[in-house]
C-alpha cells in the first residue's frame, strides 16, 4: 500500500501527468488510424525518452501502447478496418454492430469493456507480480506447444463459414509464416533469393493486407450507403439494459484470458484478442449470433486485449523479456538510462516502478474521459464520402508499414496480400482463420522443436508434464465436445432430408 | 473531422517527430553536410541499438552535425550493412554493427558485399564479454565440474541462445570443440528469453552479458561458471574466465564497432575517428557504458582493421570446426 501511495506521487506530479496525458492521446489517435500502431509511435518517440527522465519516458511510451488498444477498435468498428492487429478481430462483430445503426453503442461498450480490462490488468500486475513471474517461468517449450495446440483447436470455429474453409485458411496462415529464417536451424525457407523475405512476413503487413486494404478495394466495387445517422447523442451511445447484462461476463472472462496470454513472451494482446473471441463463441448460447453484431463479440476481445497489455509489463519490468517489439523499444528506453530491467527494478528503482503503475491507472481514466465524447466524433467520420477517406487510409497503411522497418518492400507486400484478402472474400474465405494460423503457427512449431531437442526426442513429457497434460486433456475434450455436435447436427440434417424425401 | 483535419492532423504528427527527432541545431560543422545518418542494423530498443543513440547523441555535438539513428534491421545485418555499403562514402552516412558483422561471411553462402573492402573502419566503439551460467539445480560449481558433468552424462546438457549462429551460440559451439564435450543448442529468438528458459530450468546453460543476470547470481537463481573474455570483470571478478578455468586461449566478445563505406577520404575518416576518440575517452561516456558491462573499445585506424579480419578469421574456424551449415 505504501508502495501504491508512492507510485501515486510520482504520477501525480504534474510533469508526469502531462507526459501520461501526451502518452494516452497520442496512442488513442495513433490507435484510430489504421495501419499506423504502437509500434511505430513508440519507435518515433523513443529519441525523446532520451531527454527525459525514465520514468516519464516510460509513462509516454506504456501511454502510447495500452492507448491504442483503446483507439484501435474504433476503425474496426466504423469502417471494418482494424486500427491494430489486436483488433482485428472487433471488425467481426463491431461493424454489422454499425451497420445496424449500433456503432454508437459498441464505441461506448468497447471504451468500457477496454477502460475493465485495462484496470483488472493492473491489479494483477500489482497483487500477482511474483505469481505471474513464477507461471511464465514454469511455461517451457513443452507447455507453449501445448497451450497454442488448445488455442488453435479454440480459433479453428472463429469465423462463420465451412470449417473446413476455417482449417484451410489455418494452413495457409502457417504456410506464410514459414517464410524466412527458421529460429531453430538458421535455414532460409522460401525467401527466393530475396534477402527482404529474410525476416519473413511482419504481422502488421499480412493483417493490414487482409484486413485493410481487402477492405479498401471491394469497397471500390460495392458502392456502400452511407451510415444515416452520423450524428450521435449520448443517449444513442447508451446500451440497452439487456446489453449491459449480456456484456459483463464476456468482459471478465476476456480480461481473463488476456491476463493469462499477456505475459507469456510472444503471444500478447492479438492472440488474447482472437481467443477470447472464440471462447465467447463457443460459451454463447447462440453461436450464431456472432458476426453478426453480437455484443459479446466485441466486449469480450477488447477487455482481453486491454488486459493482455498490462500484464505484458511484468515480464518486460520483472524479468527483462520483452513480450513483443514494441515492449522490446520500452526496455531500451530504461537501458538507455542505464538501468537493467529485471528482478531487482522493483526494489532499486521503486519509484519509478510504482509511478508507472500508478500511472496507467490514471492513463485508463484518462483514456475514458477522452474515449466517450471523441465517439461523436469518430462517427461524424463516415459522413466524409469514401472517395476521400479511402485513399487517406491507404496512405496510412502504407506509411504504418514501411515505418516498422523502413522497406518499401513491405508496401508491396502488403498490395499483393490485400488483393489475396479481397480474392478470399470473393471465394468466401476468412481472413481471421489466417491471421490465427499465422501467429501460433511459428509458435507451435519453434517450441515443438526446442521440446523435442531438449527432451531427446522424447513425446511422453508433453503428458507428463502437469500444465502441459492439463492443456492437452483440454484440447482432447475440446475436439470430442466439436465433433459431437457437429455430428449431431449433420445426423439431423440428414434425418430432416430423408424425411422430406419420402 | 474532416478529411482535410485529417490530412492536417498527419501532416502535424510527421512534422512534430520529425522536429523531435531532429532536436536543436549545432555548432557549425567541420564536415560538408548538416545531417549524419547512423544505420543501425538492429531493431530498435536493443544493445545495439542503445549504443547506437548515445554514439549518435555525443558524435553528432562532437563534430557540429545532426546525428540521427536509423534502424535498418533484416537478413541478420545484412539489409543495413548493405544499405551503407552502397551509401557515398563522405561520412554522412555511417554504420554502427556488432558481432554478426564478422560472423556473417562465416555462416553465409553469399552476401552483398565484402565484409573487408566495401567498409572503412573507423573504430571499435564498445566491447563485451560474456558469463556462461547454469541451473542452480545443475552439480557443478566450477566450469571443470560442469565439463566433467558433460562427459559423464552425453546428451544430457543443453545450453540457449538468442540464435543459430550468434555469437553467443559460437561461444558456445567454442568452448565444446576446446574441451571436447557434448552440449546441445537450443535457439531462443532472443537473449532474455534464453536467460528464462535457463531460469525456468527448461535448459541447463545460457550465455549473457553481465548486467542481464548479475541480479539472478545474486538471488542464487542462477550460478556464475565463467566469462568468456581474457580477463576478470571489474563488476563481478569472482567469476573467473574460461581461459583460467584450464582452457588456455579462450575468448570471445561481443563487439561493437564503427565503420563507414568504403572509399572515403583520409581527411573525412580521420575527423570522425578523431571525434569518436575524444567522445570515447570522456569518463562520463565509459561509465555509461560500462553500467551497461560495456567495455571501450580504443582500437582504431590500422590496428582496428587488422582486429576485423583476425575476428573474421576466428569465427570462420569455429563455425567451420562446429560443422554448421553455410545458409
Known amino acids: 500500500m505504501d508502495n501504491l501511495i508512492l507510485g501515486f506521487d510520482v504520477a501525480l506530479s504534474l510533469h508526469n501527468l502531462a507526459y501520461c496525458f501526451i502518452g494516452v492521446l497520442l496512442g488513442t489517435f495513433i490507435g484510430v488510424l489504421p495501419g499506423v500502431g504502437a509500434l511505430a509511435a513508440v519507435s518515433m518517440l523513443l529519441p525523446i525518452t532520451f531527454h527525459l527522465d525514465p520514468t516519464a519516458g516510460l509513462i509516454m511510451l506504456g501511454g502510447v501502447y495500452y492507448g491504442s488498444e483503446y483507439g484501435g477498435s474504433t476503425s474496426s468498428i466504423l469502417l471494418n478496418l482494424p486500427g491494430t492487429a489486436s483488433n482485428a478481430v472487433t471488425c467481426l462483430d463491431g461493424y454489422p454492430m454499425a451497420k445496424n445503426g449500433r456503432a454508437g453503442v459498441a464505441l461506448f461498450m468497447t471504451t468500457v469493456a477496454s477502460f475493465v480490462g485495462g484496470c483488472i490488468g493492473i491489479v494483477i500486475l500489482i497483487v500477482l507480480t511474483p505469481t505471474v513471474v513464477s507461471f511464465a517461468l514454469a511455461f517451457g517449450p513443452a507447455e507453449f506447444v ?180 514494441t515492449m522490446a523499444i520500452m526496455l531500451g528506453a530504461l537501458m538507455i538510462h542505464g538501468i537493467t530491467p529485471g528482478p531487482r527494478l522493483i526494489t532499486e528503482h521503486s519509484d519509478l516502478f510504482w509511478g508507472v503503475v500508478a500511472s496507467f491507472w490514471i492513463g485508463n481514466l484518462f483514456l475514458m474521459l477522452l474515449n466517450i465524447p471523441l465517439i461523436g466524433v469518430w462517427v461524424s467520420l463516415l459522413r466524409i464520402p469514401y472517395s476521400l477517406l479511402y485513399p487517406a487510409i491507404l496512405t496510412l497503411i502504407c506509411i504504418g508499414v514501411y515505418s516498422i522497418r523502413y522497406s518499401a518492400f513491405d508496401i508491396v507486400m502488403v498490395a499483393a496480400l490485400g488483393v489475396l484478402g479481397y480474392l478470399m472474400r470473393l471465394a468466401r474465405f476468412e481472413p481471421a482463420p489466417l491471421l490465427i494460423g499465422f501467429i501460433l503457427g511459428p509458435m507451435i512449431e519453434q517450441n515443438f522443436r526446442r521440446a523435442m531437442l531438449i527432451f531427446g526426442g522424447d513425446f511422453m513429457p508433453f503428458i507428463q508434464r502437469p500444465i502441459s497434460g492439463l492443456l492437452l486433456g483440454v484440447a482432447v475434450l475440446l475436439i470430442l465436445m466439436i465433433s459431437y455436435s457437429n455430428l449431431r447436427s449433420v445426423i439431423r440434417s440428414v434425418t430432416a432430408q430423408t424425411r422430406r424425401a419420402r | 473531422m474532416t478529411i482535410r483535419s485529417i490530412h492536417a492532423f498527419s501532416v502535424a504528427l510527421i512534422a512534430s517527430f520529425a522536429g523531435l527527432i531532429a532536436g536543436p541545431t549545432r555548432a557549425e560543422s567541420s564536415l560538408p553536410f548538416n545531417e549524419m545518418v547512423i544505420v543501425s542494423p538492429y531493431d530498435a530498443g536493443g544493445a545495439a541499438d542503445m549504443i547506437a543513440r548515445k554514439v549518435a547523441d555525443e558524435l553528432g555535438k562532437n563534430l557540429g552535425v545532426t546525428a540521427i539513428v536509423e534502424n535498418r534491421p533484416g537478413a541478420g545485418t545484412i539489409i543495413g550493412s548493405n544499405h551503407v555499403a552502397q551509401a557515398k562514402p563522405d561520412g554522412s552516412v555511417l554504420l554502427l554493427t556488432a558481432t554478426n558483422h564478422v560472423i556473417n561471411p562465416a555462416t553465409r553462402k553469399s552476401l552483398p558485399y565484402d565484409t573487408i573492402a566495401d567498409f572503412t573502419p573507423i573504430g571499435l566503439v564498445v566491447s563485451a564479454a560474456n558469463v556462461l551460467f547454469i541451473n542452480p539445480s545443475i552439480p557443478a560449481n566450477t566450469l571443470q565440474e560442469f565439463i566433467a558433468l558433460a562427459k559423464e552424462k552425453p546428451g544430457t546438457l543443453t545450453f540457449a541462445t538468442n540464435s543459430v549462429g550468434s555469437g553467443n551460440h559460437l561461444s558456445g559451439e567454442l568452448l565444446k570443440s576446446m574441451a571436447g564435450f557434448d552440449m546441445t543448442h537450443v535457439s531462443y529468438g532472443g537473449g532474455a528469453q534464453g536467460v528464462a528458459a535457463v531460469l525456468g530450468n527448461h535448459v541447463s546453460a545460457g550465455f549473457a552479458s553481465l548486467p542481464n543476470v548479475q541480479s539472478y547470481f545474486q538471488d542464487g537463481q542462477l550460478k556464475a561458471l565463467a566469462v568468456t573474455g581474457s580477463e576478470r570483470l571489474e563488476a563481478a571478478p569472482e567469476i573467473p574466465t574460461v581461459a583460467e578455468s584450464g582452457l588456455d586461449g579462450y575468448e570471445t566478445l561481443s563487439i561493437f564497432v564503427l565503420l563507414g563505406p568504403a572509399g572515403m577520404s583520409e581527411e573525412t575518416e580521420k575527423t570522425i575517428e578523431n571525434a569518436l576518440k575524444e567522445v570515447m575517452s570522456n569518463d562520463e561516456i565509459k561509465q555509461f557504458f560500462s553500467s551497461q558491462g560495456l567495455v571501450v573499445g580504443d582500437l582504431y585506424g590500422a590496428e582496428f582493421a587488422q582486429y576485423i579480419e583476425a575476428e573474421i578469421k576466428k569465427w570462420s574456424s569455429v563455425v567451420e570446426n562446429a560443422g554448421i551449415e553455410k545458409q
Open chain 1, 146 to 325: 501445448s497451450a497454442m495446440i488448445l488455442g488453435l483447436i479454440a480459433a479453428a470455429t472463429i469465423g462463420q463459414g465451412s470449417p473446413l474453409k476455417g482449417l484451410a485458411m489455418v494452413a495457409l496462415g502457417m504456410l506464410l509464416a514459414l517464410i524466412g529464417v527458421d529460429e531453430n536451424s538458421g535455414a532460409v525457407r522460401y525467401d527466393f533469393g530475396s534477402l527482404y523475405l529474410y525476416e519473413g512476413l511482419h504481422l502488421v503487413v499480412v493483417a493490414m493486407g487482409l484486413f485493410g486494404v481487402s477492405e479498401v478495394i471491394s469497397s471500390i466495387l460495392t458502392d456502400r450507403d452511407k451510415n444515416a445517422s452520423a450524428w450521435v447523442s449520448f443517449r444513442s451511445m447508451m446500451p440497452t439494459r439487456k446489453e449491459i447484462k449480456v456484456s459483463i461476463m464476456p468482459m471478465l472472462r476476456g480480461t481473463a484470458v488476456g491476463s493469462i496470454f499477456g505475459p507469456l513472451p510472444g503471444t500478447g494482446p492479438t492472440v488474447a484478442s482472437f481467443l477470447s473471441y472464440a471462447l465467447e463463441k463457443r460459451v454463447a448460447r447462440d453461436p450464431s449470433r456472432f458476426g453478426k453484431g453480437a455484443i459479446e463479440g466485441i466486449c469480450s476481445p477488447e477487455a482481453s486485449n486491454n488486459a493482455a497489455v498490462q500484464t505484458a509489463f511484468i515480464p518486460t519490468l520483472a524479468l527483462g523479456i520483452p513480450g513483443s517489439a
